[in-house]
């Protein structure tokens, strides 16, 4: 938590810039123009990394990667957000948190059966497991001193106990150990990371896991010395199937995709929603984006704009089809295309009982666009309008738009989120509203970061369309891309870092491996900033 | 490991602050209510959304307590009821406009500012200003009990559930919200049946424990100063789980409770939590509680029609629609009825000649005044059971008090005598006219 500072200027601050954004006649702003001197990038001042511990997902992915037992990301912690991207870095591990790590090493070794070997007194086959497991959950080679704790602990638990309890102590002490449960990093030769720690990084930002056996080998051999060897490193382990869960992670994070499995809907307008249709969705939006990438064109305007899906039997109701396997799925590009008609987006940008054209414009604006929009002032009503027989939603918002209170920010929102009213709140096609109006799915952007983006358009599929040929779109999802590779927001001192990815990005024509292999060689990533203790 | 009790201490040193403080410090003698010989204990119950603060009392202003609709449920206890009424959590000002929801939790129990962080290129908060009141007094009562303090949620995530509750800057406290792992954290040691096997986990967890505590030691120092922070929280943590795996001695009122969770809805889990929190009083685990409710936002098991939801319906107001306001009390009522239930258990363990509700005073605290209007002013706080010097079964006007004096003297009647709690900028002594 760098720059903490108490309310006052910092409040003025940010609440200056956010109605800067909304009022005319200048329109929104952009991240990227919200300092001065960003247009010139000098030299980089990285800020310093601080100590990261892991998310969520990464901790079930990388114990059960070295266990092999099944872990629910759900036995730990839920993750603070910043941005919608997870940020371990914000809060301490608390009783509860501690508790949740102590009763999850101990529910994983319950499960071990012969993943680790019990080697009673047998040393060396202690130090085997040391070598093997205990390096690859800190990630580096044990120093000797970590190693003698471990030691110690198996010999003491002998004393008392069983050999196999002597290796389950020795497994949870690994799995609540701070070499294991957070990233600390240390400095190799002229401010770079050494190996292991470029290898941690490469891993959980590619693959959302911890490094295996053999990317640390590689480390261990100096194949991430140089630049060339981090470059192919960077490839291989962009072929391999973990990939996906990166790729998968990054676009649900951008898209705040996640969080349908925790919306509630209205049980008499959509009794076909629950939590295991919730959960389809959530791996609808993280499959297509795999297959975009990997299998696909693998480009963002692909990734805006294509015309099918990946679904299985549960998912296909929303597109009111029966499926009998999981698999690529054709759409008509008169309806859908890419993630913005990804169910999980429509359903996250819905009310229980209505759609929310404001939700859904800010989710263009704020995600698509890198605009953020204040909140609504503290003395505003805003109630939603009820669902009415007569009226459509376009007309039951129009306040939105008269009331100057309203109109301001809501003018850069709603009649974005009108061009998606196509769908309703569980993310299904409709032709028809609630009412029974028939839905005019007219929208309309303005302010937007470059004017060929401004101007009427009907549906998603047009505004898709040209959000995909947009300079500043592609700008925005290498913003993201790097907010994710770091976990955390890039700051005005980091602008060309952010200017490289994007460039990165628009000399491979929108090719979302290139952007993500360029974060990753980038010396914003590779090198480790010192800060003072 | 001879180091391991001087590393402990160093560690507890570096932390610094007041909040930790009183863990290095020799035990103190057990504070007892007075006359009772039973310690004083402290319950914060609190949920979201406000409520329809014309509906809460029969009766306009000070007076004898006459229950209105929202209040109903707590009938059965009114003797034991103190209605503060027109209450300003009036530190929210330092922060406004920001999310109202936010906001209002970050403020109504720890009464500061909140704090700011950078956040790419502008800022956003980072954390509750300091303690909230439940941890600050675990924090003077650390060390009297197994655990420091145990907090319980319904329907709360790590990230609205914990906005109520804070040990401190950056160090929110995540309630439990699963009733049996609750179960298993508190009365886990005592439910086998090998009592050898009880002893050879317990042998085995503080083994593990001791060596995860020395690899904290080996790389907690070298890290800057932020990180370094943040791992000593940790390692807190930790010996707070060690030292609360010793447990209680059951027999007499403490009891294995029995959790029937029914179908677990809000309204089960409520149920089974307001066990577990008398029972841990009664076994003397810890002497602080929280039951927090998070975002509920549908209520199955009343008789209401929320087709958009509860939030939506408390923003819409009691006369947006026909029969608006009596689902909202309904709803509002609920909370009441889960306060009603809490205060049941207590009274339902026998302390001496009396239960262990006369031994403990429950702090019933709410985000918003009136739910629509989403306000920190004119606010009602419910104080309930019993502390020495507090008369109940009136209704006290604050007359727009900073919720900081209310705290203050919640502090003051469990036997806390601090001259005031929160920013002193808004807070420089009790609320006057609750004492007897």
């Known amino acids: 938590m760098s720059g903490v500072t108490h309310i006052a200027h910092g409040m003025r601050a940010v609440v200056a810039l956010a109605l800067a954004a909304c009022g005319p006649p200048g329109g929104p702003v952009r991240e990227s123009d919200t300092g001065a001197g960003v247009d010139s990038c000098g030299a980089d001042v990285t800020f310093a990394t601080p100590v990261r511990r892991l998310s969520q997902d990464e901790y079930a992915r990388t114990v059960t990667s070295l266990t092999t037992v099944p872990v629910a990301p759900g036995v730990v912690l839920d993750d603070p957000e910043v941005h919608g991207f997870a940020d371990t870095t914000a809060a301490a591990v608390g009783v509860l948190g501690a508790d949740r790590y102590l009763r999850a090493a101990e529910t994983v070794t319950a499960s071990l059966g012969e993943a680790v070997p019990v080697c009673g007194a047998d040393r060396s086959c202690l130090d085997e497991v040391l070598d093997e497991l205990g390096t690859r959950a800190f990630r580096r080679p044990l120093e000797p001193g970590e190693r003698e704790i471990l030691l110690g602990l198996h010999e003491e638990v002998r004393a008392v106990d069983t050999d196999v309890a002597a290796r389950d102590a020795l497994v949870q002490a690994l799995l609540q150990s701070p070499q294991f449960l957070y990233r600390v990093e240390s400095a190799g030769s002229g401010g770079a990371l050494d190996g292991y720690g470029l290898a941690t990084r490469l891993a959980f930002f590619l693959w959302g896991e911890g490094p295996d056996a053999a990317l640390l080998a590689r480390a261990s051999s100096g194949g991430l010395d140089a630049p060339e060897g981090v470059a192919a490193t960077v490839d291989d382990m962009l072929e391999d199937p973990r990939a996906r869960n990166g790729v998968a992670d990054f676009v649900e994070q951008w898209m705040g995709t996640a969080r349908v499995e925790s919306l509630q809907r209205d049980a008499q307008r959509f009794p076909q929603w629950d939590a295991a249709l919730a959960s389809a969705l959530r791996e609808e939006t993280r499959a297509f984006a795999g297959h975009v990438v990997f299998d696909g064109e693998g480009t963002l305007s692909a990734l805006l704009t294509a015309p099918y899906t990946v679904t299985g039997p549960e998912g296909a109701r929303i597109y009111g089809l029966e499926r009998d396997e999981v698999g690529v799925l054709p759409l008509d590009p008169g309806e859908r295309a890419g993630i913005l008609t990804q169910p999980a987006a429509l359903a996250t940008g819905a009310h229980d009982n209505q759609t929310s054209i404001t939700l859904r414009g800010l989710m263009v604006r704020e995600r698509i666009l890198c605009q953020p929009l204040p909140l609504p002032p503290d003395d505003l009503d805003i109630t939603l309008p009820p669902l009415d027989d007569e009226l459509s939603t376009r007309e039951r918002f129009a306040r939105h738009s008269q009331d100057p209170a309203c109109s301001g920010c809501h003018t850069l929102m709603d009649p974005v989120g009108l061009g998606f009213e196509h769908f309703d709140p569980i993310g299904a096609w409709r032709d028809a509203e609630s009412s029974g109006v028939l839905v005019d799915a007219s929208g309309h952007l303005s302010g937007a970061p470059d004017a060929s983006l401004d101007g009427h358009f009907y549906g998603v599929p047009e505004l898709a369309q040209r959000l995909a040929a947009s300079p500043s779109v592609s700008e925005c999802f290498a913003r993201n891309a790097v907010r994710f590779a770091w976990a955390r927001d890039p700051g005005l001192h980091e602008s060309c870092a952010v200017a490289r990815a994007a460039t990165a990005l628009e000399d491979s024509g929108g090719d979302i491996r290139s952007l993500l292999g360029s974060i990753a060689t980038d010396p914003a990533f590779t090198l480790r900033t010192e800060t003072p203790r | ?436």
């Open chain 2, 1 to 436: 490991m001879p180091s391991f009790h001087s590393t402990r201490r160093s560690f507890l040193r570096q932390l610094g602050g007041a909040a930790v403080a009183p863990a290095i410090l020799p035990l103190l003698p057990t504070a007892a209510a007075a006359g009772t010989g039973f310690p004083q204990r402290l319950l914060v119950v609190c949920h979201g959304q406000g409520t329809l603060v014309d509906e809460l009392l029969l009766s306009d202003g000070p007076g004898p307590l006459e229950l209105g609709p929202i209040l109903a449920p707590l009938e059965r206890h009114r003797e034991r009821l103190l209605v503060v009424q027109d209450v300003d959590d009036a530190t929210n000002s330092l922060d406004a406009p920001y999310n109202a929801h936010t906001r209002c939790r970050l403020h109504a129990l720890t009464a500061q500012g909140m704090q700011w962080a950078a956040s790419g290129d502008g800022v956003a908060p980072s954390s509750a200003g300091g303690p909230s009141i439940d941890q600050y007094v675990a924090s003077r009562w650390a060390g009297r009990t197994p655990l420091r303090s145990l907090e319980l949620g319904v329907k709360v995530s790590s990230l609205t559930g914990a906005q109520w509750l804070w040990r401190g800057v950056g160090q929110p406290v995540t309630p439990e919200a699963d009733p049996d792992v609750a179960l298993a954290r508190l009365f886990g040691d005592f439910m086998g049946t090998d009592p050898a096997e009880v002893q050879r986990r317990r042998v085995r967890r503080d083994l593990v424990l001791d060596a995860v505590q020395r690899q904290f030691d080996r790389v907690t120092p070298s890290l800057a100063s932020e990180d370094r922070q943040r791992l000593l929280v940790h390692q807190q943590a930790i010996e707070e789980v060690r030292a609360s795996l010793a447990g209680a001695a059951l027999g007499d009122a403490c009891q294995v409770p029995d959790l029937d969770l029914g179908a677990g809805s809000h309204d089960d889990v409520s149920a089974a939590h307001a066990r577990l929190l008398a029972m841990a009083f009664a076994c003397d685990l810890t002497r602080v509680g929280t039951l927090a409710f998070g975002d509920i936002n549908a209520f199955p098991w009343l008789d209401v029609d929320l087709p958009a939801g509860w939030h939506d319906a408390v923003h819409a107001g009691p006369d947006a629609a026909p029969g608006a306001r009596q689902t909202l009390i309904t709803t509002f009522a609920w909370f009441s009825a889960q306060l009603a239930r809490v205060l049941d258990a207590l009274d339902a363990v026998p302390e001496g000649s009396g239960t262990l509700l006369d031994n403990t005073l429950v702090l019933f605290a709410n985000t918003f005044s009136d739910g629509s209007t989403h306000s920190h002013e004119g606010k009602t706080y419910v104080l309930a059971g019993g502390a020495p010097g507090l008369r109940m079964d009136r209704v006290v006007d604050a007359v727009g008090a900073p919720h900081g004096e209310l705290l203050t003297s919640v502090l003051n009647a469990i036997g806390i005598h601090d001259d005031a709690f929160g920013d002193r900028d808004f807070c420089d002594r009790a609320l006057p006219g609750v004492w007897s």
